[in-house]
């Protein structure tokens, strides 16, 4: 009878199907490996024992090293990555709203405990002690949802007028402020020699981005930002670090802070014909002409008095009860500092047609505040008594 043998494993097999599966076993590879380095092979039983002893060391492994959380329902297969979940800020807001949880259930199960079995004094001590508790974390809870329309009426994260909107850099001054964005972060109010009230605009863009969180130039389009930081970075990464005044909604939301009534166009300027004779008006008597005013408001003046118009005298500043305008001037020092720039403002049939959109929206809300007025009017007065033929 033949007998089939392995060389490497040192047994006999009666057939060549036992050798076959012999060699498919764990115990033939792992006597190879042994061979590869030099080792003796080993033994089927003792083979079976390091098996059996490297097993129970890689189950020890496992279980000391997963992990589980409880909050957060996760496994974790190490206690590293367990250690990092921990430490993240939504297990802590889990955990928290675990907590609140467990102490909301705890409340309902003393309560409906209470009325059903007469305690001692004592006990209504302890109770009242407890519900005290419960009644703080409520009220931490209320806290916590009101804190949001507090701190948009107080401004708390609002951006100051003396703070950049891209960089939360602190100014000395407004005046300053509005030079570093426009040289750093190429931000220019738009028609600013129309505009009436700087710090309200500045003021309200502040709280448009420190409190709503959206980007000055597409917040038309709802979009908001988690934080003050990610709608500073869209801004700068997008070239939006300036104001949206092509959409008519945002003439409209700006409209408080511009006053365009001065380059409103009047009747007999817009008709007048080019037949028409053109009233010049000058300075002086008829023969002391020395300077006169076109129809496009441009001033002209007598080649004499060069030296004088070349002069660069300080803007006249309006004075307003007690000193100066603090406004006017400085709004005068934001205008020098554009044109210093470049700027040279709006002019021509753009200005003559952005004044009529706002006088178009001023006359709009005017009047729809006034229907609003006679229907709250015909509401609150239906139950007198009519005062005429009585």
Known sequence: MASFTCLTCKVNFANNEWQK???????????????????????????????????????????????YCECCRKPFSSIKAYDQHCQSKKHREMKEKKEIKDSIAAKKQTSTKVPNNPVSTSNVEIDADNSDDYEDIDSDDDDDYE???????EGKDAIRPDQCFFCLR??????????HMSLVHSF????????TDLEGLLTYLGEKIGIDHV??????????????????????????SKINFEQADVLLEY?????????????????????????????????????????????????????????????????????????????????????????????????VLRAKDIKF????KAR????????????????FRNQVFF
């Not at 804190?147 to 009426?153: K, L, N, P, R």
């Not at 602190?170 to 030079?179: C, F, K, L, T």
């Not at 709608?231 to 939006?240: I, N, P, R, V, Y």
Request: proline share 2%; net charge negative.
């Open 21 to 67: 599966q012999h060699y498919k076993s764990e115990w033939h590879q792992y006597n190879l490996k042994r061979k590869l380095v030099d080792l003796n092979s080993v033994a089927y039983d003792t083979f079976e024992k390091i098996k059996a002893r490297q097993q129970a060391l890689e189950s020890k492994d496992t279980t000391e090293q997963t992990r």
């Open 147 to 153: 804190t949001v329309d507090e701190d948009y009426e």
């Open 170 to 179: 602190e100014a000395d001054s407004i005046e300053d402020n509005v030079q």
């Open 188 to 195: 220019f109010i738009p028609d600013v020699d129309y505009l």
């Open 215 to 240: 980007c000055l130039w597409c917040s038309y389009s709802g979009k908001t930002f988690r934080s003050i930081k990610s709608a500073q970075q869209h801004m700068l990464s997008k070239g939006h």
């Open 255 to 351: 409209a408080d802070f511009y006053d365009y009534s001065k380059s409103y166009p009047d009747a007999e300027g817009e008709n007048v014909s080019s037949d028409e004779e053109v009233k010049i008006d000058t300075i002086g008597g008829e023969d002391d002409t020395w300077q006169l005013v076109l129809p496009s408001g441009s001033v002209i003046g007598h080649r004499s008095l060069l030296r004088y118009y070349k002069q660069n005298l300080k803007p006249i500043i309006e004075k307003t009860g007690n000193g100066m305008s603090t406004n006017r001037r400085i709004l005068d020092k934001v205008m020098n500092n554009y044109k210093a720039l470049g700027w040279t403002g709006i002019k021509g049939e753009a200005a």
């Open 361 to 364: 929206f001023n006359e709009l």
């Open 368 to 383: 729809r505040s006034l229907d609003i007025g006679m229907k709250h009017n015909k509401v609150l007065t239906k139950h």
